[in-house]
């Protein structure tokens, strides 16, 4: 009688080392199935990751190849009255944009002053001027037709602005730290601008084209702009030596 209940439980005892044996190499069989699965979705994360890149830089190609890139380059020349009203001085300032970039160039080589009706201060006498304007940021950059013929571009962003005049009212004024401290020079002051080109389309590569670029100093990031300018300013005039070309866009 013990011995067939040993032999039971021998067979029971060696059933429940089978089972647990089973049951080991299942869950060793399931955590290398888990294992591979989480390999392979990783593996299409990164390919997914990497078809958006793609995709993205595709389609950036295609908008500058189609129907959304514009870029200009070459002189602008804006016009003054010297100060004690003795005749006209023209600026020759240099621009160039894409839709990676943005520059523009301005200084005054003539000894005379020159007066500069500006939008919120009224009359600036400016005995030296000297305005150096990057664009290091394009946050929308949007271009549709302007009329039946030409098409327009307008692009916004912050810029940085070096600059050096000499204001009859103001004294020499140039850039300053946001410390307040007005002694303190700083290489830039930093700003919010926009500019508007457009390709007329017909005539002269330049004859009609325009360019516009609208500087926003504050009081805070530009104090130095600020106080000679206000709050905004146009900076416009009669291209030349130029040329803008804006593709015609269908949306």
Wanted: aromatic residues 12%; proline residues 2%; without cysteine.
């Amino acid at each position: 009688m013990f011995g067939a209940s040993n032999k039971y439980i021998n067979s029971v005892t060696i059933i429940a080392i089978i089972v647990v044996f089973m049951l080991l190499i299942l869950n060793i069989v399931q955590y290398r199935i888990i294992l591979e699965a989480e390999r392979n979705l990783s593996d299409m994360n990164s390919k997914l990751d990497a078809y958006k890149m793609n995709s993205l830089e595709l389609q950036e190609r295609v908008e500058k190849v189609t129907n959304n890139y514009a870029s200009g380059g070459g002189f602008q020349k804006r016009a003054f009255e010297l100060n004690e009203n003795s005749g006209v001085i023209e600026l020759q300032d240099l621009f160039s944009f894409d839709r990676y970039h943005l520059i523009y160039i301005s200084k005054n080589n003539h000894k005379s002053g020159f007066k500069w009706e500006t939008r919120n201060k009224g009359t600036v006498i400016f005995n030296k001027f000297n305005f150096e304007f990057k664009a290091t940021t394009i946050d929308s950059y949007d271009s549709k037709p302007y009329d039946l013929n030409s098409n327009s571009i307008i692009m916004t962003g912050m810029a940085e602005v070096k600059f050096d005049f000499d204001i009859e009212s103001l004294g020499n004024v140039f850039p300053e730290s946001k410390t307040g401290d007005s002694s303190e020079k700083t290489e830039f002051e930093v700003i919010k601008y926009k500019l508007e080109a457009v390709d007329s389309g017909i005539g002269e590569s330049n004859k009609y084209d325009s360019f516009e670029l609208t500087i926003m100093p504050n009081s805070v990031e530009a104090p130095g702009l600020y106080k000679t300018f206000g709050e905004s300013e146009i900076i416009t005039g009669e291209l030349y030596l130029s040329e803008i070309t804006i593709q015609k866009s269908e949306r």
